[in-house]
């Protein structure tokens, strides 16, 4: 029986390019499960009903498992001694790697739903090609984060239709969100120099593969909405792929850093 080689043997495969690349993608990937989750907790006990208020710590739970598992791994890959706590809470706002979309305010519970729709309608299909990365590591997060994906799609998207073909007001507000943020969701697809380079190594998945998926399930969801769909020619914002954040980062960070700032090394 073959033995199964060892994490620090695995990554001593990769060449130091390809590793130093791997390591800027999955910390981009950790940054913004991270910075969703976080998002998420600010409506614990502010829900519009406690059923949704659950449902949405329940689903920044299962991104904050998601970033944990990979901080782990860009820890071993920068192989500089540092810990998942250290990449999460000891870096400055233009070390983070997330995409703007998933650092804008909450709003309304129908900003936060569009916001969370259009990172759900990117995030299960590329979980689903991620699955099959020859990285094991990649594969095997992908493998346990991609059920719970399937799960924030399917209650977003419900969410969307019910806003869309509910009240004038509910119309109203998914309208004004989506108009909002329609602009920061082609980031999430606009590949970095990183990103080009593990995808022409097929690494990760080419985001062109996972375009004709999200378009049907944009679609359809728009259509049970009864929602016009967005004008492709919108101005798109990007940047925070590379460093370049809004002013609203710096809030979340300062909030979320401070524990582990004021009381430097403290554990449970």
């Given at each position: ?90 870096r400055a706002a233009v070390e983070y ?172």
């Amino acid at each position: 029986m073959q033995a199964v080689p060892s994490e620090s043997a695995a990554l001593a495969t990769y060449p130091a390019e390809v590793r130093q690349q791997l390591f800027q993608y999955v910390l981009q990937l950790a940054d913004t499960s991270l910075i969703l989750g976080h998002r998420l907790s600010e409506w614990c006990g502010h829900g519009p009903i406690l059923e949704q208020d659950l449902a949405m710590a329940n689903i920044a739970l299962d991104l904050l498992g998601e970033t944990r598992s990979l901080y782990q791994y860009a820890a071993e890959l920068e192989g500089l001694g540092r810990t998942e706590d250290d990449l999460a809470y000891l870096r400055a706002a233009v070390e983070y790697r997330n995409p703007l979309l998933v650092e804008q305010p909450n709003g309304d519970f129908a900003h936060t739903i569009v916001r969370q729709f259009l990172f759900d309608n990117f995030h299960y299909p590329f979980l689903q090609q991620l699955k099959s990365s020859p990285d094991e590591r990649l594969a095997g997060i992908a493998e346990k984060a991609v059920k719970e994906a399937a799960y924030h799609l399917k209650w977003s998207s419900e969410w969307i239709i019910r806003l869309g073909d509910g009240t004038p007001e509910s119309r109203q507000r998914v309208e004004k969100a989506i108009a909002s943020l329609w602009r920061y969701a082609a980031e999430l697809t606009t590949p970095t120099t990183a990103e080009k380079a593990l995808q022409a190594a097929c690494i990760i998945p080419d985001y062109a593969t996972l375009q004709p998926a999200m378009a049907a399930h944009l679609a359809h969801v728009l259509e049970e909405a009864t929602l016009p769909t967005p004008p492709a020619s919108t101005f798109a914002l990007a940047g925070g792929k590379q460093g370049r954040h809004s002013e609203h980062l710096g809030y979340i960070l300062t909030e979320l850093q401070y524990v582990q700032r004021a009381y430097p090394g403290l554990t449970w």
